[in-house]
């Protein structure tokens, strides 16, 4: 049964070979053939094993230490797509002489065998954690709902407009950015986005140590995921684009043109890493308005129907997405 622990880590060591063989798949004009597509897919699914195993896990009253390890390393390697880009990116600024894939490799193989030694040790027991400070949890939330309003939900509106055309989503870029990239913005912006990643590794942290059923075992693998998502992306714009290479952070930006997302072995990264970036995000969002709605005696089942079409909605927001930044457009 144990033998299941090492599945996420190996599912993420396996990522970035996948995306490698959906781009060598590619036939003339960078056509998708079936394999194309089982692999694109397969890459697709490398983060599902570590959030089934987390939430399996999760459901533990009293995980013992092994138990926990495992489930903070599926917890992990849900987060494979922007551990992967970032890792891409940094190696480039650093100029690394072996890239990322050999660092990639070396790193999950030794997670692996600490998944192996986690399942293979005789159980330690350990004792659940409390529940986070009410404090941590009401800056987090009212952090989170300052960056939707000052920047998350004009930027995704952006690149959503892209759906219909690339014009409409620089006219609504630019005219957003007047905003979110004002003097006085963008620091503040800046400290609340890192405040949320370390007030969110805290929360992830101690509740990673609690029983949780599926809603909340979702919420702790899209923060997993936004953990590594949200720095990395930072790390793109400020340090790679503005600072490094002095390039716009526009459209062109996000797809890789002018090569594009599917086209490029570099660039298919993004794919994944965009797509479960806005599900994550949005999901997130979802299962956190869900648990202060729960504190202000909405019911269960009523909660239960708006968050799960809160991810419903996730997930058609991140397709549509994804959609504009390999091409499709409406107009």
Same mark, same amino acid.
């Given at each position: 049964?144990?033998?299941?622990?090492?599945?996420? !880590? =190996?599912? $993420?060591?396996?990522? &970035?070979?996948?995306? +490698? @063989?959906?781009?060598?798949?590619?036939?003339?004009? #960078? %056509?998708?053939?079936?394999?194309?597509?089982?692999?694109?897919?397969?890459?697709?699914?490398?983060?599902?094993?570590?959030?089934?195993?987390?939430?399996?896990?999760?459901?533990?009253?009293?995980?013992?230490?092994?138990?926990?390890?495992?489930?903070?390393?599926?917890?992990?390697?849900?987060?494979?797509?922007?551990?992967?880009?970032?890792?891409?990116?940094?190696?480039?600024?650093?100029?690394?002489?072996?890239?990322?894939?050999?660092?990639?490799?070396?790193?999950?193989?030794?997670?692996?065998?600490?998944?192996?030694? !986690? =399942?293979? $040790?005789?159980?330690? &027991?350990?004792?659940? +954690? @409390?529940?986070?400070?009410?404090?941590?949890?009401? #800056? %987090?939330?009212?952090?989170?709902?300052?960056?939707?309003?000052?920047?998350?939900?004009?930027?995704?509106?952006?690149?959503?407009?892209?759906?219909?055309?690339?014009?409409?989503?620089?006219?609504?870029?630019?005219?957003?950015?007047?905003?979110?990239?004002?003097?006085?913005?963008?620091?503040?912006?800046?400290?609340?986005?890192?405040?949320?990643?370390?007030?969110?590794?805290?929360?992830?942290?101690?509740?990673?140590?609690?029983?949780?059923?599926?809603?909340?075992?979702?919420?702790?693998?899209?923060?997993?995921?936004?953990?590594?998502?949200?720095?990395?992306?930072?790390?793109?714009?400020?340090?790679?684009?503005?600072?490094?290479?002095?390039?716009?952070?526009?459209?062109?930006?996000?797809?890789?043109?002018?090569?594009?997302?599917?086209?490029?072995?570099?660039?298919?990264?993004?794919?994944?890493?965009?797509?479960?970036?806005?599900?994550?995000?949005?999901?997130?969002?979802?299962?956190?308005?869900?648990?202060?709605?729960?504190?202000?005696?909405?019911?269960?089942?009523?909660?239960?129907?708006?968050?799960?079409?809160?991810?419903?909605?996730?997930?058609?927001?991140?397709?549509?997405?994804?959609?504009?930044?390999?091409?499709?457009?409406?107009?």
């Amino acid at each position: 049964m144990k033998r299941v622990w090492l599945v996420p !880590a =190996a599912a $993420a060591l396996f990522y &970035p070979f996948l995306l +490698a @063989a959906f781009h060598a798949s590619l036939g003339a004009g #960078a %056509h998708l053939g079936p394999l194309s597509w089982l692999c694109l897919g397969l890459a697709l699914a490398a983060p599902i094993p570590g959030a089934i195993l987390a939430a399996r896990l999760g459901a533990l009253v009293a995980p013992t230490r092994n138990e926990l390890t495992a489930k903070r390393i599926a917890l992990l390697s849900v987060a494979a797509p922007p551990i992967f880009t970032t890792l891409g990116v940094v190696t480039y600024l650093v100029k690394s002489p072996l890239g990322d894939l050999p660092i990639w490799a070396a790193a999950w193989l030794v997670i692996i065998a600490i998944a192996a030694r !986690a =399942a293979l $040790a005789p159980p330690r &027991p350990t004792t659940p +954690a @409390a529940e986070p400070p009410l404090r941590l949890r009401v #800056a %987090h939330g009212i952090t989170a709902a300052f960056v939707i309003l000052v920047f998350l939900a004009m930027h995704l509106t952006s690149h959503l407009s892209a759906l219909w055309n690339v014009p409409a989503e620089r006219a609504l870029m630019g005219a957003f950015r007047t905003i979110y990239r004002a003097h006085v913005v963008e620091p503040v912006l800046v400290t609340a986005l890192l405040f949320l990643c370390a007030s969110g590794l805290a929360l992830l942290w101690t509740h990673s140590r609690r029983a949780a059923d599926g809603f909340r075992s979702l919420q702790l693998a899209t923060g997993a995921y936004l953990l590594f998502f949200v720095p990395g992306h930072m790390n793109s714009v400020f340090v790679y684009a503005r600072t490094a290479l002095g390039i716009p952070t526009d459209w062109n930006f996000a797809t890789g043109a002018p090569a594009g997302m599917l086209a490029d072995a570099w660039n298919i990264r993004l794919l994944p890493h965009y797509l479960y970036g806005v599900f994550a995000v949005l999901t997130h969002l979802s299962l956190g308005a869900r648990a202060v709605a729960l504190e202000h005696g909405v019911s269960p089942a009523r909660a239960a129907r708006w968050t799960k079409a809160g991810i419903a909605g996730a997930a058609v927001v991140a397709t549509a997405i994804i959609a504009a930044m390999v091409g499709a457009h409406l107009a």
